[in-house]
């Protein structure tokens, strides 16, 4: 009985419809899951704010038509202007060095004409990897030492940009989207045991590159307790919150390290301290399910695509998407430092959900512009 | 390095490749979000109760209320202690710019010491939950405070708090200190004897006379509210409240006028004036000179003019009428008859020949008399109006301490009977024991033949000696000294029976008005030696005492005008009135007086002041409104 549903569900997913819409309708529905959900808990961590879940919302439907627009795309024409768009990406991140406008002291928008602003290396997420499975596109694998080589130099050009912004997380997010391409390409494992062993020594030197506040990040991570008041503060009130919630939680809103203010950034990147301490343990489980839901599929479009671009493409970007996710509820729950990385689909804010939604209309493009076996 | 060269690639392997890195990546995966949930089970199952302590530690806030301190009364309704409204300057650490910021820019506007710095240094340092303000001066002056508030809206995270104060009305005239006694500051070993929370909010604690002995009372008990706050320390839901007990207002017996009159009296002398209403035990008035404000503790005392006080050769601060000890010298004569008839060494009949002096053994020391010629025959009548040493050395010489030691001990003498005040001293009723524990030495009887006249070993405080004679004048039916009268409406109760009646049974009762007799013949017989009391339209029972403060050698004469101030005799006076219904006995103490005259006429003062309302105009202002 249960095999019936599980197959009458297969064939519905691929019934020859969604293949002509090019929608994958199992990514879809994981990914509209998680985007419920994640409403859900917003209209708790902004104190009840219907306006802010609305505004998500919108941005959820702006997303969605990006995602289907992009997988209406098939997949040789993004492999096509991958280089092209990477150099003008580029071209752009030095502008936003020379003419960037920002806040905070760093530098991360380009001011468009009628009040817009648009952040580059949020595109550079989507891009580095689409430059990197180019370059693998016509290359035999595994890649050779001097290949290797090239694609780190390509992966630091953008990298170093984006770190003197500064932005160091999304320079580091980047950098792993594409090291991800170099991973799937088959980089042999010589160099990965090699990185293992200087990575000690390449954080000492980037330590060496930090700006205060970012070393204050790493050393509040060692030792939150430190300053419990200052910058301390964040985790221990996050953690108590997760602590509080328990296995089931206190209750949708009626959690009080979020309405009472104790947990900082309740809506943005804690948001996840607040469905902890709300629904639970249970409800962090669901939430980790669904996020696990979206990136087996993701890996499975990957493993079947067709050529290597669009192997590398789907598997880094799937693979991306899960770092998103892992380092926001492991900072969130003390056991990575203190990153700005939002809860991609759940956290308020407006650029991550459309390049987030653009790499699901990727994955949809790789998988549905199969030709039919 | 041969692969470059081969013509055609093996898709199929690549794929192969690709696809194997993404089974490990997916093991990763599944690998990483095993540890979140790991974490997640660490923090919401294995953690859970300390989470969630540290959730309502957050959250709920226990805010105290301090309740109104109870207000003291003088036995008229005079308040002379009372509650006023002051304005505190505080700060919350997490809204100001910065501590320099702070510093400077408050010390253009007021007057901010060093030391009320340190205290706020020291707070700040201490353990307080987020955004909880911390004071830093309290008591504004009207200017202060003005110059504050015109300037708030520039001071960001500075407040000032309104609390209600203590206040003396009467601090100033200095009489009230130690008897009534201040309240100040808490400090952290204050905090050990009391309940902390209970504290948290107060500004004051009762630390010396009845604002300390009757610290919990006059206290109250303190609300306390229960909140919800946010993480600013904002309270957003009040969850439960018990509202505070205000203290007990406290009546006393003593007679502010009286009081303040008695100490106006004293002059320039130091000393001591304590009067019992005998009918109850309620002390009229407990004067000991020279006092000093009380309002200066709890203003918070600058170290200046604590030093001052406490390096003052008068001795402001120590309290003469519950501490001093001093020699009764003959004051004690009346006791010593009592003593004598008591135990058979001594009657009425019996006559005496009181030469200048007395020796135990013939040839011995002479114990010498005032009266350089002696009185002649006498008998125990003549012996107290003339107050005749010789009588009483032979006396005490006969009777050896043991009985004068228990039956001083009846009146009060080497034990604190005073009921409701902190740190009276239970002077020196010597004894064999005694004289044994102390200077490993035995009792001789010119030990006895000091004692007999009020020298020698024996100790009292005023207090004591004003019990003693309340006991007198209430024919031996006496009560113990006690301050207050009602406490918050109802009469003041004591701890088992010690505020009850303590009655002296001698063996033969009659004793008890021969002796008042032979007192009030102290002040109506032409030879005696409180005769200056004389004229007065109630009668009076006394005696006077002139206390050694130093030891004159065999031979040696006393010469007031030979000797420096500090060493001239103490000056004594015990006396009741009116003789037949007593209404308040007495006994005051001028140190280096010279003698009893001094005392005497105050005790005269006193006494037509009470007992005919004979006050001065300017004390009507304590003068109430019971009367």
């Known amino acids: 009985m249960t095999d019936n549903v599980y197959k ?35 209209y708790s961590a902004s104190g009840e704010d219907m306006a802010m879940v609305e505004r998500q919302g919108v941005r959820f439907c702006i997303g969605m038509g990006v995602c289907l627009g992009l997988a209406q795309l098939p997949p040789k024409y993004m492999r096509r202007a991958s280089p092209a768009l990477f150099v003008f ?20 928008w380009l001011a468009l004409p009628g009040g817009l602003r648009f952040q580059p290396s ?79 020594a390449a954080g ?112 880094s970007l799937t693979l991306t998407f899960f770092v998103y996710m892992f380092v926001n509820i492991g900072m969130v729950s003390g056991i990575l430092p203190v990153v700005g990385v939002p809860l991609p689909l759940v956290s308020y804010g407006g650029t991550s959900i459309i390049t987030i939604m653009a790499t699901f209309g990727i994955l949809m493009s790789v998988q549905t512009h199969k030709r039919a076996r | 390095m041969s692969r470059r060269h081969q013509n055609f690639r093996n898709y199929r392997k690549e794929k192969t490749l690709t696809q194997s890195r993404i089974i490990i990546a997916g093991l990763l995966v599944l690998l990483l979000a095993g540890v979140l949930m790991a974490r997640l089970f660490y923090l919401q199952v294995v953690q859970y109760k300390l989470y969630q302590t540290k959730s309502d530690e957050n959250r709920v806030m226990l805010v105290t209320m301090p309740p109104p301190r109870g207000l003291i009364y003088d036995r008229n309704g005079v308040v002379l202690a009372d509650n006023r409204p002051i304005h505190s300057l505080t700060v919350t650490p997490e809204r100001i710019k910065s501590l320099p910021w702070l510093k400077k820019t408050l010390s253009g506007m007021i007057d901010i010491s060093q030391d009320e710095w340190d205290q706020f240094d020291e707070k700040l340092k201490e353990y307080r939950r987020p955004y909880q303000s911390i004071t830093l001066k309290s008591q504004l002056t009207d200017a202060q405070w003005a110059r504050i508030a015109v300037n708030l809206y520039k001071l960001d995270g500075v407040q000032v ?24 500051r808490i400090t952290s070993k204050d905090l050990e004897r009391v309940d902390k929370q209970a504290y948290q909010g107060a500004l004051f604690i009762g630390k010396t006379g009845v604002e300390g002995y009757y610290e919990s009372t006059l206290f109250g008990k303190a609300g306390i509210k229960k909140v919800e706050v946010n993480a600013r320390g904002r309270i957003m839901e009040e969850l439960s409240q018990v509202n505070p007990v205000p203290g007990k207002n406290i009546h006393l017996y003593m007679d502010a006028r009286l009081q303040q009159y008695a100490y106006d009296l004293m002059g320039d002398y130091k000393g001591s004036v304590v ?86 053994n013939p040839g011995g020391r002479r114990y010498r008399d005032w009266k350089r010629g002696g009185h002649g025959w006498i008998n125990l009548q003549r012996a107290i109006i003339e107050s005749v040493d010789t009588y009483f050395y032979q006396l005490a010489n006969k009777m050896g301490v043991t009985p004068i030691h228990d039956f001083l001990s009846r009146f009060g003498f080497g034990k604190s009977t005073l009921l409701d005040l902190d740190g009276a001293s239970v002077g020196l009723l010597p004894s064999k024991e005694w004289k044994r524990a102390k200077y490993n030495q035995p009792w001789y009887p010119g030990d006895s033949v000091n004692i007999g006249i009020g020298q020698g070993f024996m100790v009292a405080t005023p207090i004591q000696m004003a019990t003693a004679v309340s006991a007198i004048a209430a024919r031996g039916h006496y009560y113990y000294p006690r301050m207050a009268r009602t406490i918050g409406g109802k009469p003041a109760t004591f701890q088992g029976d010690s505020g009850g ?121 304590l003068k109430g409104k019971n009367q």
């Open chain 2, 161 to 184: 708090e309104a609390q209600l104060t203590r206040y003396y009305p009467y601090g100033k005239d200095k009489a009230f200190a130690h008897s009534i006694g201040y309240v100040g």
């Open chain 1, 89 to 108: 990406l580029v071209l752009l991140l030095i502008g936003v060095l020379l003419f960037g406008v920002g806040a905070k002291g760093a530098q991360r």
């Open chain 2, 501 to 621: 009646v303590h009655n002296i049974i001698l063996k033969d009762q009659s004793n008890w008005e021969k002796i008042v007799t032979a007192m009030s013949k102290v002040i109506t017989d032409p030879k005696g030696t409180g005769r200056r009391l004389q004229g007065t339209d109630y009668t009076i029972a006394g005696k006077t005492g002139t206390g050694q403060v130093f030891s004159l050698q065999d031979g040696e004469e006393y010469e007031a005008d030979k000797l420096v101030k500090r060493l001239h005799d103490h000056g004594l006076f015990i006396a009741f009135a009116p003789v037949e219904k007593p209404k308040i006995a007495i006994f005051a103490i001028f140190e280096n007086g010279g003698g009893a005259a001094l005392p005497a006429d105050l005790t005269k003062k006193i006494f037509d002041a009470y007992i005919d309302g004979k006050y001065p105009k300017r004390y009507d202002y």
């Open chain 1, 204 to 315: 000492y030197a980037l330590w060496h590159f930090m700006h205060d506040y970012q070393r204050q990040r790493v050393l509040t991570f060692l030792n939150p307790e430190s300053d419990p008041l200052g910058s301390g503060w964040n985790i221990i009130q996050s953690k108590t919150a997760i602590g509080s919630g328990g296995l089931y939680g206190k209750g949708w809103l009626e959690g009080t390290q979020a309405q009472l203010n104790f947990l900082p950034e309740s809506h943005t990147d804690f948001i996840v301290a607040v469905l902890g301490e709300e629904f639970g343990m249970l409800g962090c489980g669901i939430l980790i399910f669904s996020y696990l839901l979206v990136i087996s599929r993701g890996l499975y479009i990957a493993g079947t695509a067709e050529d290597n671009y669009a192997r590398l493409l789907a598997g």
């Open chain 2, 275 to 360: 009067a019992i209403d005998p009918n109850t035990g309620g002390i009229l008035a407990l004067v000991s000179k020279p006092g000093f404000d009380p309002n200066l503790f709890v203003r918070g005392i600058s170290y200046k003019n604590y030093s001052t006080l406490r390096n003052s050769k008068e001795l402001p601060l120590f309290n003469r009428a519950l501490r001093g000890g001093y020699p009764p010298a003959s004051t004690i004569k009346p006791f010593m008859a009592l003593a004598g008839l008591e135990y058979g060494f001594s009657s009425w009949t019996e006559r005496y020949f009181a030469r200048g002096y007395y020796q135990i």
């Open chain 1, 8 to 42: 009458r569900a297969l064939t519905f997913a691929n019934a020859r419809l969604w293949k002509l819409i090019h929608v994958d309708i199992l990514l879809l529905g994981a990914l509209l899951l998680l985007m419920a959900g994640g409403l859900v808990v917003l």
């Open chain 1, 122 to 200: 949020e595109i550079m997420k989507i891009l580095m990897p689409m430059m990197i499975a180019w370059y693998f596109s016509d290359r035999q694998l595994p890649p050779t030492f001097k290949e290797v080589l090239s694609v780190l130099a390509l992966i630091l050009i953008p990298v170093v940009m984006i770190a003197k912004q500064p932005d160091l997380g999304t320079a580091l997010l980047v950098a792993v989207s594409g090291i991800f391409v170099l991973f799937l390409a088959g980089l042999g494992w010589r160099y990965i045991v090699s990185a293992a062993v200087l990575a000690p």
